[in-house]
């Protein structure tokens, strides 16, 4: 947070959070969708063989929590730099009901296998977050933005 002080560097923290969180969502992506996963749950995590294709479409679902958890930590980060802490229990707190509601929901409605739901819950549990945080702080963003053009 040291570094957001600096004119500027909110372009550069948000270049980086995005190459972060469009790596590991590709690196994800690049094992969901090839023998990776298999190679990997077979031999590091010795899954049992008929789980392991459960274990990939729950890897697919979640490809884009890498890029959504690298955005809400940046966000988090500025917010806590900003000095709106009580955005960051808000969040929390919206990310928990929707994990309530949504494992509620999934248990009521849904009649396959509960990693699904664990899968989809956690993607949109997360999003609910990084949504709240950055709606909650587009305006000092945008304030942020404005200085470091001023600047370049």
Sequence with gaps: LTFFRKRGAYR??????????LT??????LFAFSPLL???????????????????????????TGLTFALAYMY????????????LLTATLLQLA????????????????GIYVAAVVS?????????WLYFKNREYLSERLRLSEKVN
């Design 12 to 21: 550069t923290i948000r270049k980086f959070s995005l190459i972060v969180g």
């Design 24 to 29: 590991s969502a590709s690196i994800l992506a």
């Design 38 to 64: 298999s190679m990997y749950l077979g031999l590091v995590v010795q899954m049992p063989e008929h789980l392991v294709p459960y274990a990939r479409t729950a890897a697919r679902i979640m490809i884009p």
């Design 76 to 87: 988090t980060g500025i917010v806590s730099y900003s000095k709106q802490t009580s955005t």
């Design 98 to 113: 929707a994990i309530i509601l949504l494992l509620v929901s999934g248990i009521i409605f849904w009649k396959n296998e």
């Design 123 to 131: 993607t949109i549990s997360a999003l609910v977050q990084l949504a």
